[in-house]
């Protein structure tokens, strides 16, 4: 009836296979008096004289199991089971009983286990560096958003909580905490949420190269390899392939889920060496504000359809990193960059209206957006043409501006994006200005020369999105295994 199982080497199954096993949210109260049989990780064991009460826990939920020393259990049953270790994996069989309270610290708190069999299925063997109790511990306080990380003083932490780095030297332990658990399920929520509105207004699934012959868009911040004796290196953006897919490729519109690189030596909150990149491109028919209509209705159906979704996510993210609820419009707000740089100035904050933003003047700008139009979410256009890529389209009406826009939550930008230049001399144009030397992107400009439609699109964040809507202060806690310029394991 208890004791260490044998090792599962898909020897044999069962006839009824999965189904012996119960899942642990689904106990209630409604299944009193039956049997259940449940795996998961031993999250605590405490003896209490003859009897033992252990927690198991099962992704974000846990179940108390109890045992007292009878004619059927023995003294050595609860002696195993209280000196199994830690986050070990267990099987108990047993009862499934109603509390006359209760249980406190489980997420099944109306029913527990009155164990009949206890085994372990796999035992942990090494030490933990850090309990699991400390793991899920509240924070103290809410730090910022921005600035500067500082890898050695996020080794340790006060109050019995766990250092940020010392999650992630252990991240597989560290992602069995409930609030890490939550954190990426809604981060896979939105992934899907984001491919069925698109796919739902008609864009298709694209996958592009990783490996490219030159920098994605003419910069210098790229991770270089050899491929075969040429130089080449890694992505910085699909932006290329994908209006080449869209304008040139006759899909009109498409997007891509995928891996985005960046050897910037950033060392902040919200910078990542590798992220993942929700990117989308789309012909357009006469203006750009197509783009901007599905970019807001996406995003309005990303934030309803994880309110619907996640909400117990959503509160268990809460419970330890605290934070308020998304503020966002059905109609998304959309100022020009102009009135952005005027709203700042009646702030009292030095901001020119062809120059660029600085991280605290978009943080002090989504401040002063929140408290006029009561909305954490919004976009903004007609950026200066100088602070964008060469393959942007400059403003008809203002040869300083631009055809651009980026999407902000909390006052932090998450996409960016604008109308590209379809036409192959203008390209040119534009690169020669930029000082990038035309023969580099000859592929890409000759792919304009046998006819494209007029297009636009953006890049988001999947790791800043997550981020800024749950309120996190530090992106590498919406990154499951993050990579930093310090940072390339596990």
């Not at 006359?100 to 164990?115: H, I, K, L, R, Y």
Request: negative net charge; aromatic residues 8%; hydrophobic residues 35%.
């Amino acid at each position: 009836v208890f004791g260490d199982a044998p090792m599962i080497q898909s020897a044999t199954k069962s006839e009824e296979g999965v189904n012996r096993w119960t899942r642990i949210e689904a106990l209630s109260k409604e299944m009193e008096g039956k049997k259940v049989l449940v795996r998961g990780f031993l999250h605590t064991a405490r003896g209490v004289g003859k009897g033992a009460f252990v927690l198991i826990r099962s992704s974000l939920y846990t179940v108390q199991c109890v045992a007292f020393e009878s004619k059927d259990i023995p003294s050595a049953m609860i002696k195993y089971m209280n000196g199994v270790p830690v986050e070990s994996i267990v099987d108990v069989y047993g009862t499934l009983t109603v509390p006359a309270n209760p249980v406190e610290g489980a997420t099944q708190s109306q029913v527990e286990v009155q164990v009949e069999k206890f085994h372990c299925v796999h035992k942990a063997t090494a030490a933990m560096p850090f309990q699991m109790e400390d793991a899920c511990r509240p924070d103290l306080v809410k730090e910022t958003d921005v600035g500067a990380y500082d890898h050695e003083a996020n080794a340790s932490a006060e109050g019995g909580r766990v250092g940020q780095e010392t999650r992630l030297d252990h991240r597989w332990i560290d992602l069995r905490t409930p609030a890490n658990q939550s954190i990426f399920r809604v981060q896979s929520m939105v992934c899907t949420l984001f491919r069925e509105y698109l796919l739902s207004q008609n864009f298709m699934e694209i996958h592009t190269p990783k490996l490219l012959s030159g920098a994605s868009e003419g910069g210098a911040d790229v991770f270089t390899l050899d491929y075969f004796g040429k130089p080449a290196c890694l992505s910085m953006s699909p932006q290329l392939h994908k209006q080449m897919a869209a304008a040139c490729g006759g899909f009109e519109r498409v997007f891509e889920i995928g891996p985005v690189f960046r050897a910037e030596n950033s060392n902040t909150r919200r910078h990542l060496c590798e992220f993942t990149g929700l990117d989308l491109e789309m012909a357009i028919v006469e203006h750009y504000d197509e783009v901007l209509d599905v970019l807001g209705d996406l995003f309005v159906y990303i934030f309803d359809g994880l309110t619907e979704k996640c909400g117990q996510e959503i509160q268990r993210v809460k419970e330890q990193h605290g934070f308020e609820d998304l503020k966002y419009l059905k109609k998304t707000l959309k100022i020009d960059y102009a009135t952005g740089c005027k709203l700042l100035r009646e702030a009292g904050v030095d901001q020119g209206d062809y120059d660029d933003l600085s991280t605290e003047n978009e943080k002090k700008l989504g401040d002063i957006v929140r408290e006029k139009y009561d909305t954490d979410f919004f976009i903004m256009d007609k950026y200066p043409l100088d602070v964008r890529p060469f393959y942007t389209m400059p403003d008809p009406n203002n040869p300083k501006l631009s055809n651009s826009y980026d999407v902000f939550i909390r006052g932090q930008e998450i996409l960016s994006g604008a109308q590209r230049v379809h036409e192959p001399e203008l390209i040119e144009e534009r690169a020669r200005a930029w000082g990038i030397e035309v023969e580099t992107i000859a592929s890409y400009v000759d792919s304009f020369r046998n006819g494209a439609l007029p297009h636009g699109g953006g890049g988001i964040g999947l790791e800043r999105v997550v981020m800024l809507y749950l309120g996190l202060p530090n992106i590498r806690k919406s990154s499951m295994f993050p990579r930093d310029p310090r940072r390339i394991s596990p």
